[in-house]
């Protein structure tokens, strides 16, 4: 048996609902749903997603996460059903804030969707966020100033991409650059793609469909675990003038085709 079988049959049974019933709501005979629940055949992707938005459970949840160990009242739901998101409370039903450290940080692509994944990460409270689901995301490289390698963005766990605020930042994850934080904005009159700009202009802005984009967090505050200098800034203003100049005696050259 597998863990999709095993998940299938457990939602089923939950919702007090026959082989036969699913099978005619799914379009699909008794007899091949019945070798899905019994492990002995795999359903084509069509049917997988038919299957995913009659329960209305993510794909990669029915695949990966034995759901007889978790309550599906801690999963939370995104818009089309995209994904289902793990969420830990304490004992007096307050959300943690879940932090990702570095060396976590790799995995969560894989992990995101895994409770187990999410409940061995370190945890915080913060009692002027108390509003939502957030979760705190380390930062590297010197794309976003004056936030670097040493600073933490804590996010607000956005569920439709619709909320989306032109111009804002957000941690997001997608399945092609895995964890990011950028600047967002819609590209014009193509409402399925987004533009991710970084606000050090070094770096170029790159688009993103919406179908890769699996989690997007707002940022609500940061943290830094060590303190800025006083040149710091100073250095990133300067680098960044410098940088600026570049660029536009790059665009001089195409100009003039030197």
Not at 136 to 148: C, K, L, Q, T, V
Request: proline share 5%; charged share 30%; glycine share 6%.
């Amino acid at each position: 048996m597998s863990i999709f079988s095993d998940n299938i049959r457990l939602l089923r049974n939950q919702i007090g609902i026959s082989q036969q019933k699913l099978s005619d709501d799914l379009i699909i005979t008794r007899v091949r749903f019945a070798k899905y629940e019994e492990g002995k055949s795999e359903p084509p992707f069509e049917i997988l997603k038919r299957i995913s938005k009659y329960f209305h459970v993510s794909i990669d949840i029915l695949i990966n996460v034995d759901l007889q160990k978790i309550p599906l009242d801690s999963l939370l739901k995104m818009e089309d059903n995209r994904l289902l998101l793990p969420i830990i409370i304490d004992k007096s039903g307050r959300d943690y804030i879940e932090i990702l450290p570095y060396k976590a940080k790799a995995g969560y692509l894989s992990g995101y969707s895994d409770p187990e994944f999410i409940e061995k990460l370190q945890q915080m409270h913060l009692p002027f966020l108390t509003k939502g689901k957030f979760r705190a995301f380390p930062i590297e490289g010197d794309s976003m100033p004056p936030h670097n390698d040493k600073s933490f963005i804590v996010g607000k766990y956005i569920e439709k991409l619709a909320d989306i605020k032109e111009g804002k930042t957000y941690v997001v994850l997608s399945r092609n650059d895995g964890i990011v934080y950028k600047r967002v904005y819609r590209k014009p009159k193509r409402e399925t793609i987004f533009v991710f700009h970084s606000d050090n202009i070094g770096y170029k802005p790159y688009e993103v469909k919406a179908n890769e984009i699996l989690e997007i967090w707002e940022h609500v505050c940061s943290f830094c675990t060590q303190e800025f200098q006083p040149d710091d800034l100073g250095v990133m203003n300067v680098k960044d003038m410098f940088q600026q100049l570049r660029l536009e005696i790059s665009e001089l050259k195409k100009v003039f085709g030197l």
